[in-house]
């Protein structure tokens, strides 16, 4: 009569829970460790301390299998499968919740004139490698740049006055008529900007953007576009059919 060996992966996937925290840790387990060595490995998933534990083995179902009480014995030797939960009762005294309440960690904080000192830091890679906003050339660049569309932009609006008639000429996109009704400055963005009421509902808004008022019109039919965008002409707005009588 032959035998039949039934040999467990020397690896198994384990929850670990503790009576000091509410979370569960999901760990991968050497079946050839001692309970000792298990216990120092979890010190640092639990916070308690290898001495003051005592574990606890559940089924994949949550009921309490046997207690974990020999210290020189493989885990391997208990019967644990993958998904079992090893429960940590803690008896060092610390209260449920102490490790989790991040309240109680001292922060650590520095001046802004010592963290200029610093070799080590971010902000002095930084500078030493001349990036971000510590590149003076390319600061001074994109600020001329900024300020040259600007004053593109600015020139392109002079010629556009609320109340005028436009088309909205945008590339790739189909045009739209409507009238002028904003032409200046905004909170949401920089820069000059147009605000259209189009003839037909064909907008984002009616002319309050971020909870700021620019000016009023129905729903949908109320855009921003940037002016050079905008060409002010006779426009007149076009039958669209929906007033007819059917």
């Known amino acids: 009569m032959s035998s039949v060996i039934v040999m467990s992966a020397p690896v198994l996937h384990a929850l670990v829970s503790s009576s000091l925290n509410t979370f569960t ?30 574990l606890q083995l559940f089924s994949t179902d949550n009921t309490f299998i046997q207690n974990l009480d020999q210290d020189d014995a493989l885990l391997g030797s208990y019967p644990v499968d993958d998904g079992c939960r090893i429960h940590v009762i803690d008896k060092s005294g610390a209260k ?9 960690v001292e922060k650590f904080e520095i001046s802004q004139e010592a963290y200029d000192k610093r ?41 556009i006055t609320s109340g005028s008639r436009c088309e909205v ?16 400055l905004t909170d949401f963005k920089p820069g000059v900007w147009v605000g259209i009421k189009y003839d037909e509902p064909l907008g984002k808004h009616d002319g309050s953007v971020e909870g700021k008022r ?33």
Do not use: H, W
């Open 214 to 246: 620019y000016f009023t019109c129905s729903l949908k039919y109320g855009a921003f576009v940037k002016p050079q965008f905008v060409v002010v002409g006779d426009f007149p707005e076009e039958d669209y059919g929906l007033d007819d009588e059917m």
């Open 119 to 159: 070799s080590d830091s971010v902000r002095s890679f930084l500078k030493k490698n001349r990036m971000g906003k510590f590149n003076e050339e390319e600061a001074v660049q994109k600020a001329a740049e900024q300020q040259q569309k600007l004053e593109e932009e600015t020139l392109a609006a002079e010629a």
């Open 96 to 104: 449920a919740g102490e490790y989790e309440d991040v309240s109680r």
């Open 169 to 184: 000429r945008v590339v790739g996109q189909p045009t739209k008529r409507g009238t002028v009704m904003y032409v200046g």
């Open 25 to 54: 840790a999901e760990k991968r387990l050497d079946r050839g460790i001692t309970l000792a060595e298990l216990k120092c490995k979890l010190e640092l998933v639990v916070g308690s301390p290898a001495s003051c534990m005592d």
